[in-house]
């Protein structure tokens, strides 16, 4: 069974960059899956930020396009979000998932606060 | 892009059956056969319970089940149950990336 573990600061300042990390356990990132991160502001539903494939071949919601970078790293098995330029409107649990047409393995989240 | 539509709540009695829909375009619902519903219990992580429209995962209750026409996904819960009581979201391709839908709030009466 796939596990897949966020991790990153929790408070993010306004104008400043967002970054997380995920890592995989029990599976490979080197897979036919294609690694998706996820975020819910408080309250709110679910919005697809974007997914990555182990070749670095990449897909972003167009809404947060100019914002998002998204990487991999083969060797420590685990890929990576960016999101610059934050703003409170950031604010949420960020998840990360292993994705084949459907999010079939989801870390925990991790909670991120963007304020000063 | 829009998020998909979703009645904002349902609510039904322990064993009945109640039915979620969720409303897109032939850009996304429509155009594909890559639809799939997601449980989410507060402070949880979402879990997929129906992928490709109508397949259930391993595990999953077959109490659970979808199904598509034109540009509408539906779940439907039968034999309703406390532990239904949850948030529930749908999901599509669409050209390049994914798209949620708004959301729909299950509570058993």
């Known amino acids: 069974q796939m596990q897949l573990q966020e991790s990153g600061p929790g408070l993010v300042k306004p104008s400043g960059t967002l970054s997380l990390t995920c890592a995989v356990y029990g599976g490979s990132i080197s897979s036919s899956s294609w690694w998706t991160w996820v975020r819910q502001p408080p309250g709110k539903g679910l919005e697809w930020i974007g997914e990555?494939?182990?070749?670095?071949?990449?897909y972003y919601n167009p809404s947060l396009k100019s914002r998002v970078t998204m990487s991999v790293d083969k060797s420590k098995n685990q890929f990576s979000l960016r999101l610059s330029s934050v703003t409170a409107a950031d604010t949420a649990v960020y998840y990360c998932?292993?994705?084949?047409?459907?999010?079939?393995?989801w870390g925990l989240g991790t909670p991120v606060t963007v304020s000063s | 892009q829009s998020a998909l539509t979703q009645p904002a709540s349902v609510s039904g009695s322990p064993g009945q059956s109640i039915t979620i829909s969720c409303t897109g375009t032939s850009r996304d619902v429509g155009g594909y056969n890559f639809v799939s519903w997601y449980q989410q219990h507060p402070g949880k992580a979402p879990k997929l319970i129906i992928y490709?429209?109508?397949y259930r995962p391993s595990g999953v209750s077959n109490r659970f089940s979808g199904s598509k026409s034109g540009n509408t996904a539906s779940l439907t819960i039968s034999g309703l149950q406390a532990e239904d009581e949850a948030d529930y979201y749908c999901?599509?391709?669409?050209?390049?990336?994914?798209?949620f839908g708004s959301g729909t709030e299950v509570t058993v009466l």
């Open positions: 990555i494939y182990h070749s670095g071949s990449t």
């Open positions: 490709d429209v109508s």
């Open positions: 998932a292993s994705k084949i047409s459907y999010l079939d393995f």
């Open positions: 999901s599509s391709y669409t050209t390049g990336f994914n798209v």
